[in-house]
């Protein structure tokens, strides 16, 4: 009997040399899976799905979670205002985990015997995947051919070629992996330290030049409208990178620790995510008391770290998530932004939570809810302590 294995299909080469090498020389019967949160269009999935059987596919899946890592996890990420390293919206990695995580529920669902994905052993996908794959569908064995064997891109491409598939597999100039919360680009100016991407690295780029105001409308923390119009979260996302895209925002290169511990440096565009985060934080900083605000920042760092390094399944993300939401109670309003070239500025917010807009005080310029005794009574007692620390310093 064959032996009935589910493959984590892109369509790339990695993944396309998997397919013909195990459906051929190994007796597999494979079934390619794809999973979309919100990076692909219909016509590409098409012509994946078209490739795949051309490979030797026994059963082609396309998987649309795009709604669920909205709901599961984009969300907290927007409350959490989480940026890995104060720069990058954890395009990938969230990404990521989710499709493992997706992969791994569809393998244990038809009984697969084996599971293939065609990392190499030099990134954090393959981390992501074994630990999802392990944890949701431990009765199949994890396969990864380009991994084992160590291959090089060339002896791929020979490979196939050997096999009779000699379809244009010359490597672009710059690896783009386009995602709904970003579109990382890898080129041989992120393998150096000192250099940036040039302009046409990046897959979208300027063709607005006059400055735009914008108004995004937040409800207990989620975006739900653009420019006065009511949108569900994707749909909402989705015009924000259009929009911001032909404004060239969202662009930088971050650096950060892989979870193997080395240092990995990549570019991005997300004129969504980036946005939406700084408008959110925004919104927060007029909407939430300071502890809130100190508690959520340590609370959100971690969170992101721990999806970042395929932590996402550790129950303490269910327990951060409780909090990041609960803290959502005030955050309602709007939000207004002007978009130039290459940049924004946030211009101000619109809230029935507004803190600012408070009767007991104006900061720094009249107050009704205490006098001037008292407020020389607080500023002795506030100062207690140090005075107690300076005196006994003097004294010593």
Not at 125 to 131: A, G, P, S, T
Not at 195 to 213: D, F, K, R, V, W
Not at 250 to 268: E, N, P, W
Not at 270 to 278: M, S, T
């Amino acid at each position: 009997m064959m032996k009935k294995a589910v493959l984590a299909y892109s369509g790339g080469l990695d993944t396309s040399y998997c397919l013909v090498n195990l459906s051929r020389e190994q007796n597999m019967e494979i079934h390619t899976v794809i999973v979309n949160t919100g990076g692909f269009s219909e016509e590409e999935l098409k012509n994946i799905e078209k490739r795949a059987y051309q490979l030797g596919s026994k059963h082609h899946e396309t998987i649309d979670i795009t709604e669920k890592f909205y709901k599961e996890c984009l969300r907290y990420l927007i409350f959490g205002n989480i940026l890995k390293n104060n720069t990058y919206p954890l395009s990938v990695s969230a990404e990521r985990m989710f499709q493992s995580i997706a992969i791994a529920e569809y393998s244990k669902k038809i009984n697969a015997e084996y599971i293939i994905h065609g990392s190499t052993g030099a990134g954090n996908d393959q981390i992501r995947f074994d630990l999802a794959f392990a944890i949701i569908s431990p009765q199949s064995k994890i396969i990864t051919p380009i991994r084992d064997e160590k291959l090089s891109r060339q002896q791929e491409v020979e490979y196939l070629q050997n096999q009779g598939i000699d379809m244009n597999w010359e490597k672009a100039k710059y690896s783009i992996n386009k995602g709904i919360w970003g579109t990382s680009v890898g080129g041989v100016e992120t393998l150096t330290s000192n250099q940036a991407l040039p302009e046409e690295a990046y897959p979208t780029q300027l063709s607005e030049n006059n400055p735009l105001q914008i108004e995004l409308e937040f409800e207990k923390g989620e975006p739900v409208g653009l420019n006065g119009e009511k949108l569900e979260p994707i749909s909402l996302i989705q015009k924000l990178n259009d929009i911001g895209g032909k404004y060239a925002i969202g662009r930088d290169i971050h650096i950060g620790d892989t979870i193997l511990g080395i240092k990995g440096r990549v570019g991005f565009e997300a004129p969504g995510p980036i946005l939406l985060i700084k408008a959110h934080h925004l919104l927060e900083k007029h909407t939430l008391s300071r502890w809130q605000l100190l508690h959520k920042d340590s609370l959100a760092n971690w969170y992101g770290t721990l999806l970042h390094e395929a932590q996402y399944l550790d129950p303490v993300m269910r327990d951060i998530e409780k909090f990041l939401e609960s803290s959502q109670n005030h955050v309602t309003g709007k939000v207004h932004i002007e978009l130039n070239p290459y940049y924004f500025k946030m211009i101000g917010i619109e809230s029935p939570y507004d803190m600012m807009q408070s009767k007991v005080a104006i900061y720094g310029e009249e107050n009704d809810a205490w006098d001037s005794r008292d407020a020389k009574g607080f500023i002795k007692i506030f100062g207690n302590q140090l005075k107690i620390y300076h005196n006994l310093k003097d004294e010593n």
